[in-house]
């Protein structure tokens, strides 16, 4: 069964720097989305991205993350400069179409930001 | 703006008992429902969807759930729970044509062996 990928499962960077997660979604969706979660707290979505451009994203999402699909299969979240409240899962996840169909989700990356 | 509210954050039943958690959703339009798991140390897992048709839905792993539209509530039902469903279970909602997808803040079911 096709799958959602992630990399890393696990990232520790230091307060400032840059990180890029990356995702490879399922070969045939067009939809593809972020979400995190802060440890013990709920599921939250970043950002949707469709036909190369942000369809939606939340206030959560500020200039500092950005969002590319640098090629035809990876899609990556890069947060400029990374703060202490960064630290969370990072959920890639992707739909064959909007609404409707269910996403299919990764199975994250720890981000710990020290 | 949606929200969704599960009423119990923290479950504990022994084996065979039966379980529901409820799930209430807020919003105005036509929206499809979810129910994910989280298993310890695993990545988010369809359990069911709502999109259309009967409200009752089947699931894997013997989980269903009943979409009440009066309500907004999509709760979700298992006859028996085993020591293997200890997980933590994620309502979800998304609009129809809607991009994001909505979560609960989760329940935590710990099954007593």
């Known amino acids: 069964e096709p799958e959602v990928t992630q990399t890393p499962s696990h990232q520790v960077t230091q307060m400032g720097q840059e990180v890029i997660l990356r995702c490879v979604p399922i070969?045939?969706?067009?939809?593809f989305y972020w979400y995190r979660q802060i440890l013990g707290q709920k599921v939250e979505f970043l950002v949707s991205?469709?036909?190369?451009?942000?369809?939606?994203k939340s206030e959560i999402f500020d200039d500092q993350f950005s969002v590319e699909r640098p090629d035809g299969s990876n899609f990556t979240l890069k947060i400029r400069s990374t703060k202490l409240e960064d630290s969370a899962m990072y959920f890639c996840?992707?739909?064959?179409?909007?609404?409707?169909?269910?996403?299919?989700f990764g199975p994250g990356t720890r981000l710990t930001v020290t | 703006a949606q929200s969704v509210s599960q009423h119990n954050h923290h479950v504990i039943l022994s084996e065979a008992a039966s379980l529901e958690l409820g799930c209430n959703y807020s919003?105005?339009?036509?929206?499809?429902l979810f129910w994910y798991v989280q298993y310890p140390g695993q990545h988010l897992q369809l359990l069911l969807k709502?999109?259309?048709?009967?409200?009752l839905v089947k699931g894997i792993k013997g989980f269903e759930a009943e979409f009440i539209k009066s309500k907004f509530s999509f709760n979700l039902r298992k006859p028996s729970v085993q020591w293997s469903d200890t997980a933590e279970y994620f309502c979800?909602?998304?609009?129809?044509?809607?991009?994001?997808?909505?979560f609960g803040a989760g329940t935590r079911l710990f099954v007593k062996a």
């Open positions: 996840a992707s739909s064959a179409t909007v609404g409707g169909y269910e996403q299919y």
């Open positions: 070969s045939n969706h067009l939809y």
């Open positions: 991205f469709y036909n190369n451009e942000i369809s939606e």
């Open positions: 919003y105005g339009g036509t929206v499809n």
């Open positions: 709502y999109f259309s048709g009967d409200p």
């Open positions: 979800a909602v998304n609009a129809l044509r809607g991009f994001k997808t909505i």
